[in-house]
């Protein structure tokens, strides 16, 4: 992976970014990577706001543009549009309904082969993460200090789909409550078509 992806990949995956706080994850110098934003920006890829972090001059952030998040991949979406839009044209609602109800069958049997002889749900969540990862999510797991497990989402590759069909978002969540068991309560926190950056779920044992 070269710089310039690298910085893509770090603005996807953590979010707005000063030059510097990249520079010291890349381990370059500032103007260093300075230089790869701006050829981003003039690229179309990177936008910049100004944000009052601290007294005195606001901090420059880097982020994604639309053309940014594009470059990662989404699974052919004008194609899975066109096929929703059939699907619901020939059969309905209720033929729509029996896609989603199908797909979480897939899912949900996948994910469970997966987490087979998982005792904790630690391990669970973890082999979970290995799924969606594998799956285009660019998933991460984090633990908190209250004993609880955030599942990140950093990109979305059904994104197209989930927004044409939000059934398919709210099947996800099915799935992973119950794949995940009754010992863990499972809720989304962060959802990227309600306008944040990510999907986040919060998985707190119970």
């Known amino acids: 992976m070269n710089t310039s992806d690298h910085i893509l990949f770090l603005l996807k995956t953590r979010g707005p970014s000063t030059a510097q706080q990249l520079a010291e994850r890349l381990q370059l110098t500032s103007m260093g990577v300075r230089r790869h934003l701006e050829l981003g920006q003039e690229k179309g890829l990177l936008l910049t706001e100004d944000r009052a972090d601290k007294v005195g001059r606001p901090a420059r952030y880097w982020l994604l543009s639309e053309a940014g998040h594009a470059r990662f991949p989404d699974r052919h979406s004008d194609l899975t549009v066109q096929l929703i839009t059939q699907v619901r044209t020939l059969f309905g609602e209720t033929g729509l309904d029996k896609l989603i109800t199908a797909r979480e069958t897939v899912s949900e049997a996948s994910y469970n082969a997966r987490m087979a002889g998982s005792k904790t749900l630690s391990h669970k969540v973890a082999k979970l993460v290995e799924a969606r990862d594998a799956e285009g999510y660019m998933a991460q797991m984090e633990k908190q200090q209250d004993g609880s497990f955030l599942l990140i989402e950093n990109h979305c590759p059904i994104c197209a789909a989930a927004t044409e069909c939000q059934g398919f978002c709210r099947s ?14 499972v809720e989304r926190v962060e959802h990227a078509l309600a306008g944040a950056r990510r999907c986040v779920y919060r998985i707190t044992p119970v």
């Open 172 to 185: 996800e969540l099915d799935v992973f409550r119950r794949t995940l068991g009754p010992g863990s309560n």
